[in-house]
């Protein structure tokens, strides 16, 4: 059975910065497009980073410059390094896997989905 689990999140005050990661089972997914989501309430899940197999990557225009995903094969585990963290990153944050090697930005082209981790900036 495939699972992803995150870890990482917590409370953080503004300006700080957390590592989340989300670490794969079941298979391995070095050679399928990985992704960050998140949902803050009453909002719609927005995309925010996503990496290839061939190391290709992706993020979006709200947290580049302070987010960088990453991923380590051997370790069948993506990372999200957020710094510089707003309360309007407060949100919570879901790892997906797509079934295919290319980077997508829309929550519907991942196939896979981890329950999530919450991550809370206080001002």
């Known amino acids: 059975q495939v699972q992803l689990v995150e870890s990482g999140g917590g409370l953080v005050q503004a300006g700080g910065s957390l590592r989340l990661s989300c670490a794969a089972s079941?298979?391995?997914?070095?050679?399928?497009?990985m992704g960050w989501f998140r949902q803050a309430p009453g909002k719609e899940r927005e995309f925010v980073a996503a990496?290839?197999?061939?190391?290709?990557?992706d993020h979006s225009d709200s947290v580049k410059g302070r987010f960088t995903i990453s991923r380590d094969n051997a370790k069948n585990t993506v990372y999200l390094q957020m710094n510089m963290l707003k309360p309007e990153d407060t949100a919570v944050y879901y790892c997906?896997?797509?079934?295919?090697?290319?980077?997508?930005?829309?929550?519907?082209?991942?196939?896979?989905w981890g329950q999530g981790t919450q991550v809370t900036v206080s001002s």
């Open positions: 990496i290839a197999w061939t190391d290709n990557r």
């Open positions: 997906a896997a797509r079934k295919i090697r290319t980077i997508a930005t829309i929550g519907s082209a991942y196939y896979y």
């Open positions: 079941g298979r391995t997914f070095d050679e399928n497009a």
